[in-house]
């Protein structure tokens, strides 16, 4: 069975602009949460999606948003760009009767000049 | 709010020898999970070992064990035999159980880069 995939691995923007990340769960798992690790606040949670729903937000601008489509695959947009956004950000997918196993994907490292 | 405190930025062990990382978390909360992850330089995240916090057998998967203390809210992971793959981040985390604002939550430490030394 195919793991998380995230595309793409990189990408280097400039303050102001946007960007859209992809997750793509594993088969049948429905919940897909993301994350941002940066070497200062280490690795925080930024939303949780199931069933093109999100369920859980955690504190973050509204810059950030995401959306998960009726195939379970989710993206998450980052509106006007700040340094401060360079991160790895990490989706995770799990099944919805075992959402607290979860399988994390390599990543999206993200560049902000 | 939950919060982890992971209180070793760094650890070494030799190969072959057993490292003990810690980790301390707060929460009032009776119903919940806790789980160690490993980073490696590939950046990967890769879940070690869970404890469901009513069980009160601590986990063991193969080399990796963890003492599970619930009154002390003490969570520390050992890892026997180790091996050269055993390098990297280790990060301690916590969920939530049930619904609400628990839903696909991870609440993780800062982590502990573990160097393993032939």
């Known amino acids: 069975k195919a793991g998380v995939t995230q595309t793409p691995r990189y990408l280097i923007k400039t303050r102001g602009q946007q960007v859209t990340l992809s997750c793509s769960p594993i088969?049948?798992?429905?919940?897909v949460s993301w994350y941002q690790q940066t070497p200062g606040q280490g690795l925080q949670f930024l939303f949780e999606y199931f069933s093109e729903t999100q369920r859980n937000k955690g504190n973050f601008p509204g810059r950030f948003s995401g959306r998960q489509f009726s195939n379970s695959r989710s993206e998450m947009n980052v509106s006007t760009l700040e340094l401060g956004d360079s991160a790895l950000y990490l989706c995770?997918?799990?099944?919805?009767?075992?959402?607290?196993?979860?399988?994390f994907g390599p990543g999206t490292r993200l560049t902000v000049t | 709010a939950q919060t982890v405190t992971q209180s070793q930025p760094e650890m070494s062990v030799q190969e072959a020898e057993t490292v003990t990382l810690s980790c301390t978390y707060d929460?009032?909360?009776?119903?919940?999970?806790l789980f160690w992850y490993k980073q490696p330089p590939s950046r990967q995240m890769i879940l070690v070992i869970r404890q469901e916090a009513y069980k009160q057998q601590n986990a063991t998967e193969n080399r990796f064990s963890v003492n599970f203390q619930k009154a002390a809210k003490s969570f520390s992971l050992k890892i026997s035999d180790s091996q050269l793959g055993d390098t990297a981040m280790y990060f301690c985390?916590?969920?939530?159980?049930?619904?609400?604002?628990?839903?696909?939550?991870?609440?993780f430490g800062q982590g502990t880069i573990l160097t393993v030394h032939p």
């Open positions: 985390a916590f969920m939530k159980r049930g619904g609400g604002t628990s839903y696909g939550k991870l609440t």
């Open positions: 088969s049948g798992h429905r919940s």
């Open positions: 995770a997918s799990s099944l919805s009767d075992r959402v607290y196993e979860q399988y």
């Open positions: 929460t009032s909360e009776s119903n919940y999970y």
